[in-house]
């Protein structure tokens, strides 16, 4: 029988007692019909995962009892940073799902100028906690302990501004350059574009005052949705822990 596996935004230790929220509770009590005495993983972000007993299921909420903790790491060697034009309606999504699943470490979304999305204030700020709890809810399903970083959304000339060390590259379809020709490093940024692609004007700054590489995945334009996750899997078979 599969054991769920939730994360818990809250300090764990073993013989630790806590009551899960009212989404997490209605998961295990409503949707999976869970009862005292079921085992359960959970995990803060800490790189442990923790097995856990249900201690009480009522109709308001559902306790649990930290049993012990182990530390499992099955994050990449190989640090990721993807910088990704925000995409429309469910694009988005879908790729920081797979971009964790994927191992990525950090995760910057970028307003740039073909991005259609505009937020700002409230909007903005509801749209990052959906995007983090996409990838919480990734790492639940991979087994990943430590969930990739989700910085703030930002313009891309900001971004382009700060100081990111190792290899640094740029999505560009019209380039030749191909991974292979690259040396091994020990952490990649891609950067990739909303719908439309990256300007020129933003390739060109990227590669002209960034130190980006422009890097094509092969002869074939992909869409936005395809390229970081075509880049990701390329990048960890090459250099990470896939393959």
């Not at 937020?119 to 399903?141: D, Y």
Request: hydrophobic share 40%; charged share 20%; net charge neutral.
């Amino acid at each position: 029988m599969r054991v769920p596996r939730l994360y818990v935004n809250a300090p764990l230790q073993a013989g630790s007692a806590m009551q899960l929220d009212e989404p997490q509770s209605h998961y295990l009590g409503k949707v999976l019909r869970m009862e005292a005495g079921r085992e359960l993983i959970v995990f803060n972000g800490d790189g442990q995962e923790y097995r856990a007993i249900i201690s009480k299921v009522d109709k308001r909420a559902v306790a649990i009892q930290v049993e012990s903790g182990e530390t499992i790491n099955r994050e990449s060697p190989l640090h990721t940073h993807l910088a990704i034009g925000i995409s429309r309606g469910e694009r988005m999504d879908w790729v920081l799902q797979k971009a964790t699943e994927l191992g990525v470490t950090q995760i910057t979304p970028l307003f740039t100028e073909r991005t259609e999305v505009r937020l700002q204030g409230e909007r903005l700020e509801k749209k990052m906690q959906h995007w983090q709890q996409i990838t919480i809810s990734a790492c639940e399903q991979c087994q990943r302990n430590i969930p990739p970083q989700l910085l703030p959304a930002q313009d891309i000339a900001a971004f382009l501004q700060q100081a990111d060390s190792g290899l640094k590259l740029v999505l560009h379809h019209r380039s030749e350059q191909t991974l292979r020709q690259l040396p091994t490093p020990a952490s990649v940024t891609l950067l990739v574009g909303p719908e439309g692609g990256l300007s020129e004007r933003e390739i060109n700054a990227a590669i002209g005052h960034s130190g980006y590489s422009p890097l094509t995945l092969g002869p074939r334009v992909l869409r936005t949705e395809t390229a970081p996750v075509a880049a990701l899997v390329a990048v960890q078979m090459l250099w990470g822990d896939l393959g």
